[in-house]
C-alpha cells in the first residue's frame, strides 16, 4: 500500500517488539511521575522520561511527547552508550516524524542505530532500519527505503523473528508497488500474509491483505481486489481496528465506483471518510481524499469534488507525498476544466506535468532488483558453504571407516601369514585396499580444490556488485546533471516558440468569435497556427510538422519563417499558390531533393474575404488536411472541403497540384480545422477519438456559443485521454463568420 496508515502500524508493531524489558512498567502515569519527584539519579530519570514519552507516543498526543523526550535528551549521558540512551534517540525520532519534521527525525534516527548497534541490541537495530525506510519512502527517496528494508529484513530472518519478517516483507512489497512492479508486490505482500496467518495476527492479517486488494486495483484485476478488500474489512472490525477498516471501504468504495454502483460508492466513502479522518496527518487519508474528489468529479458533483481535492492538497503539500500530489493536480485541473474556469485549469495541468519524471523510480528499480539477487545471493553463498562443510564431513567419515576398515585387514592378514597357501591372495587384497585409499585421498584433494576454487568465485562475485554499485550511482548522476540541462534548454526554446504564434490581441482583433484548443504533448511543440490580415483579407493557417516535441518545434520554425516570407514580404494572398511555394521552398531548405527524407508538414490555409449580402466569402486549400463547416441552424451532417493527398516538403508523387475550394456561407456559419492529434488520441482501452466521431461532435456543438464549444471540446479530451497519456501534439480551431 505504500500509506501512511500501513507505516504507522508497522512502526507500532516494530517499536513493542524491540522495547528492552527493563524500564517498562504498567504504573500509572501518576506514579511515574511521583518516581520522577523523589529522585535526583540522572540515569532513574532517563529511564522514567523513557516511559512517560513511549505514553505519550502512544496516545499521538505530541506536545506532551516533545516535553519529556526534551527532558530526556537533557539528562542523558551521551558518551556512555546504554539502552536508554538508544530509547530516548528513538523518541526524538518519534516526535520529529510526527511532526513530518524528517531531517530531524531522521538524525535521531541514525543516533539511535548507532547506540542499539554498538550495544549489540538487534532488535532495536531492526526497529530503526524500518522507521527510516518509512520516512525515506514518506518523501519519494526510494533507493534509501530500499536499503533500509533489506537490512531490516535481514535481522529479523537472523533472529527468526516473525512479526519482523512479516513487516519487512511488506515494506519492500509496498516499495515494489510504488515503482509499479505488481507482480513482485503481489510475492512479498503474500508471504507476510502466509506469516501473519500462521501466527494469528487478525491486526495484520487484515492490513495485508488490503495492500493486496490495492495491487489488484492497480492490475485492473477488480473481482480479486473487492474479494480481498472484503476480507479485510472483516479482519480489521474483529481486531477492532477502525482504520484498516477504513481503507478497506475506501478500495470497496473505488471498486463500486469504477462499475457506476453510485449509491453503495459514495456510502463506503462517508463511512471510509468517518474512520479515517481520525488519522487526517497520514498519506492514505489524501488517498483517500483524493478517490472521493475523483468519485465525484466522475458523477458531475463539482463543488464536492472540488472540496475534497482542495483539502487533499493542502494535507499532501504538509505531508509532501509526491504521487498522491500529482493525482491531485489531475483531478482539481479537471474540475476546473469542467467549470469552465481553464486558467486555473492550466495552472494545476502544468503542475502535474512537473511530476512526471520517472528518473527515480527507473533507478529504484534498479537498486531494488540489484538488493534481491545480493539477497539471494547471500542465501544462496549461505547454503554452498553448508553443503561443502558437510561434505567434508561426509567423506571425513567415510575415510575413518575405510581406516579402521584396513586396520581390521591388517591385524587378521597377520594371522593368517602363518599359513603359506592363503599368503599370496592376502598380499593381493592388501594391495588393492591400499589403491582404494590413494583414490580416496586423491578424490579429497579433488574436492578441497572445487571448494577454494567456489570460494574464490564468491569473492569475485561479492566484488562485482560492489563495482556495480558504484557504476550504477556515477551514471544516475550523470543522467540527472544532464536530463537538468536539456529541460532548462527545451523551457528556453518553449519561450521562443510561444512568442512565434500570433498575439492573442490579434487574433481577438481579426476573428471576434473563435476558439483555439493548443495542447502540445512535450513542452515545445510540432503544430502552430498563423494568422494575419494581408490586403483587406484575413488568412488562417494551421500546421502539423513532422513528429513532435524538439523535432517538431525546429520544424515549425522553419515554416513559420517561410510563411512569413510568402505572405508578408511577397504579398501572396492564394491558398494553393502560398502551398506549392511553400513546399519548393522545404524541398530546397532541408536539401530533398538529393536525399531522402520525409521530414514536413500537413497544413491547411483559410482566406476569408468580403462578406455580401450575409455571405462569407471564403477560399481554401489543404495539404493532406481538411475544412470542416456548418451552416446555422443546421442539424444535417457536418460539410468538408477535402485537402490533397500530398504533405509539404519529403520525398512524394510530384503528378499532383494542390488546389483552391471557394465558397460562399451565410454568416453565423462554423468553420472547424486542426491537426489530427486529436482524432487520432486513444484512450486507456486504445480506442482512437476518430474523424467520424468527431464530426458528430462538432456537429452537435456548433450552435453552442464559442466559449461553451471550447469549454466541451476541451472537457471532451481531458476526458477521452483519462489514465492515458497523451500520443500526439493537438491543435483544434473553431471560427465563427
Keep these: 500500500m505504500g500509506g501512511g496508515l500501513f507505516r504507522y502500524i508497522c512502526c507500532v508493531i516494530f517499536w513493542w517488539i524491540s522495547l528492552p524489558l527493563d524500564g517498562w512498567t504498567q504504573s500509572s502515569e501518576a506514579d511515574v511521575l511521583n518516581q520522577l519527584n523523589a529522585t535526583s539519579s540522572d540515569t532513574v530519570k532517563l529511564r522514567l522520561y523513557n516511559t512517560l514519552s513511549r505514553l505519550y507516543w502512544a496516545k499521538k498526543d505530541t506536545h506532551q511527547l516533545k516535553i519529556y523526550t526534551l527532558a530526556a535528551l537533557r539528562v542523558a549521558d551521551t558518551t556512555q552508550q546504554s539502552m536508554q540512551l538508544g530509547q530516548a534517540f528513538?523518541?526524538?525520532?518519534?516526535?520529529?516524524?510526527?511532526?513530518?519534521?524528517?531531517?530531524?527525525?531522521?538524525?535521531?534516527?541514525?543516533?539511535?542505530?548507532?547506540?542499539?548497534?554498538?550495544?549489540?541490541?538487534?532488535?532495536?537495530?531492526?526497529?530503526?532500519?524500518?522507521?527510516?525506510?518509512?520516512?525515506?519512502?514518506?518523501?519519494?527517496?526510494?533507493?534509501?527505503?530500499?536499503?533500509?528494508?533489506?537490512?531490516?529484513?535481514?535481522?529479523a530472518e537472523k533472529s527468526k523473528n516473525d512479526p519482523m519478517i512479516s513487516a519487512s516483507l511488506s515494506s519492500i512489497a509496498a516499495i515494489y508497488e510504488t515503482i509499479e512492479q505488481y507482480d513482485k508486490a503481489l510475492e512479498y505482500f503474500e508471504k507476510a500474509l502466509k506469516i501473519d496467518q500462521k501466527r494469528k495476527a487478525t491486526e495484520s492479517i487484515g492490513l495485508t491483505q488490503v495492500n493486496i486488494a490495492q495491487v489488484y486495483c492497480h492490475q485492473k484485476k477488480y473481482d480479486k481486489a473487492k474479494r480481498y478488500a472484503r476480507w479485510s474489512i472483516q479482519n480489521a472490525r474483529k481486531a477492532k481496528v477502525p482504520l484498516i477498516e477504513g481503507i478497506a471501504l475506501k478500495f470497496l468504495a473505488m471498486l463500486q465506483s469504477f462499475a457506476q454502483d453510485t449509491l453503495n460508492a459514495t456510502a463506503n466513502f462517508e463511512k471510509s471518510h468517518q474512520l479515517m479522518s481520525i488519522q487526517d496527518q497520514t498519506s492514505e487519508y489524501v488517498a483517500l481524499l483524493l478517490q472521493m474528489s475523483q468519485h465525484y468529479l466522475r458523477y458531475q458533483?463539482?463543488?464536492?469534488?472540488?472540496?475534497?481535492?482542495?483539502?487533499?492538497?493542502?494535507?499532501?503539500?504538509?505531508?509532501?507525498?509526491?504521487?498522491?500530489?500529482?493525482?491531485?493536480?489531475?483531478?482539481?485541473?479537471?474540475?476546473?476544466e469542467q467549470q469552465g474556469k481553464l486558467v486555473q485549469a492550466l495552472e494545476y495541468q502544468k503542475k502535474y506535468?512537473?511530476?512526471k519524471d520517472s528518473l527515480l523510480t527507473i533507478k529504484a528499480n534498479n537498486k531494488l532488483i540489484q538488493h534481491e539477487l545480493e539477497y539471494m545471493y547471500s542465501k544462496k553463498e549461505a547454503k554452498i558453504k553448508s553443503d561443502n562443510h558437510r561434505q567434508i564431513n561426509q567423506q571425513s567419515i567415510y575415510l575413518y571407516i575405510i581406516s579402521f576398515g584396513l586396520l581390521t585387514v591388517s591385524l587378521f592378514s597377520f594371522f593368517l601369514l602363518k599359513s603359506s597357501r592363503k599368503q599370496n591372495t592376502l598380499n593381493q587384497e592388501l594391495k588393492e585396499q591400499q589403491e582404494e585409499l590413494r583414490a580416496v585421498n586423491q578424490h579429497l584433494q579433488q574436492k578441497q580444490t572445487e571448494i577454494e576454487t567456489n570460494n574464490q568465485e564468491l569473492k569475485f562475485l561479492n566484488h562485482r556488485l560492489k563495482s556495480g554499485e558504484s557504476v550504477i550511482t556515477k551514471a544516475y548522476d550523470q543522467l540527472q546533471t544532464r536530463n537538468k540541462q536539456i529541460k532548462n534548454n527545451i523551457r528556453a526554446a518553449f519561450t521562443i516558440q510561444q512568442a512565434m504564434l500570433p498575439p492573442v490581441a490579434l487574433v481577438r482583433q481579426l476573428l471576434p468569435e473563435h476558439f483555439i484548443i493548443y495542447q502540445p504533448k512535450d513542452i515545445v511543440s510540432g503544430d502552430f497556427y498563423w494568422i494575419n490580415k494581408i490586403e483587406g483579407k484575413i488568412i488562417v493557417i494551421f500546421a502539423d510538422c513532422t513528429g513532435h516535441g524538439v523535432q517538431g518545434a525546429f520544424m515549425?520554425?522553419?515554416?513559420?519563417?517561410?510563411?512569413?516570407?510568402?505572405?508578408?514580404?511577397?504579398?501572396?494572398?492564394?491558398?494553393?499558390?502560398?502551398?506549392?511555394?511553400?513546399?519548393?521552398?522545404?524541398?530546397?531548405?532541408?536539401?530533398?531533393?538529393?536525399?531522402?527524407?520525409?521530414?514536413?508538414?500537413?497544413?491547411?490555409?483559410?482566406?476569408?474575404?468580403?462578406?455580401?449580402?450575409?455571405?462569407?466569402?471564403?477560399?481554401?486549400?489543404?495539404?493532406?488536411?481538411?475544412?470542416?463547416?456548418?451552416?446555422?441552424?443546421?442539424?444535417?451532417?457536418?460539410?468538408v472541403l477535402k485537402g490533397v493527398r500530398k504533405s509539404i516538403g519529403g520525398t512524394q508523387a510530384k503528378n499532383k497540384s494542390f488546389v483552391n475550394h471557394q465558397l460562399a456561407l451565410p454568416t453565423g456559419s462554423m468553420l472547424y480545422m486542426g491537426t489530427d492529434g486529436l482524432a487520432d488520441q486513444h484512450d486507456y482501452q486504445r480506442k482512437k477519438l476518430g474523424s467520424l466521431r468527431l464530426r458528430n461532435i462538432l456537429t452537435e456543438l456548433h450552435t453552442l456559443p464559442i466559449e461553451e464549444q471550447e469549454t466541451s471540446l476541451f472537457a471532451l479530451i481531458q476526458r477521452h485521454m483519462l489514465n492515458t497519456e497523451q500520443r500526439d501534439d493537438i491543435l483544434w480551431m473553431g471560427i465563427r463568420v
Excluded at 109 to 136: E, P
Excluded at 605 to 623: D, H, N, P, R
Design 90 to 155: 528513538s523518541n526524538a525520532c518519534h516526535y520529529y516524524h510526527l511532526k513530518t519534521l524528517y531531517p530531524k527525525a531522521i538524525e535521531y534516527a541514525q543516533k539511535a542505530r548507532a547506540v542499539f548497534q554498538s550495544i549489540d541490541y538487534t532488535k532495536g537495530v531492526s526497529n530503526v532500519y524500518n522507521k527510516l525506510g518509512g520516512m525515506y519512502q514518506d518523501q519519494g527517496k526510494y533507493t534509501k527505503a530500499i536499503d533500509c528494508h533489506f537490512n531490516a529484513l535481514r535481522i
Design 301 to 336: 458533483q463539482l463543488e464536492k469534488a472540488k472540496k475534497y481535492g482542495k483539502l487533499a492538497l493542502t494535507k499532501s503539500l504538509r505531508l509532501g507525498t509526491k504521487k498522491e500530489t500529482k493525482g491531485i493536480y489531475r483531478v482539481l485541473s479537471s474540475i476546473y
Design 353 to 355: 506535468a512537473a511530476y
Design 556 to 639: 515549425s520554425l522553419i515554416g513559420h519563417n517561410l510563411l512569413d516570407k510568402l505572405i508578408l514580404q511577397q504579398r501572396n494572398t492564394d491558398p494553393a499558390s502560398i502551398l506549392t511555394q511553400l513546399n519548393e521552398q522545404v524541398l530546397t531548405a532541408l536539401h530533398q531533393q538529393d536525399a531522402r527524407s520525409i521530414d514536413g508538414m500537413d497544413i491547411g490555409i483559410l482566406v476569408l474575404g468580403k462578406t455580401t449580402e450575409g455571405q462569407k466569402q471564403l477560399v481554401y486549400a489543404g495539404a493532406k488536411r481538411p475544412l470542416y463547416y456548418l451552416r446555422p441552424n443546421n442539424r444535417e451532417e457536418i460539410q
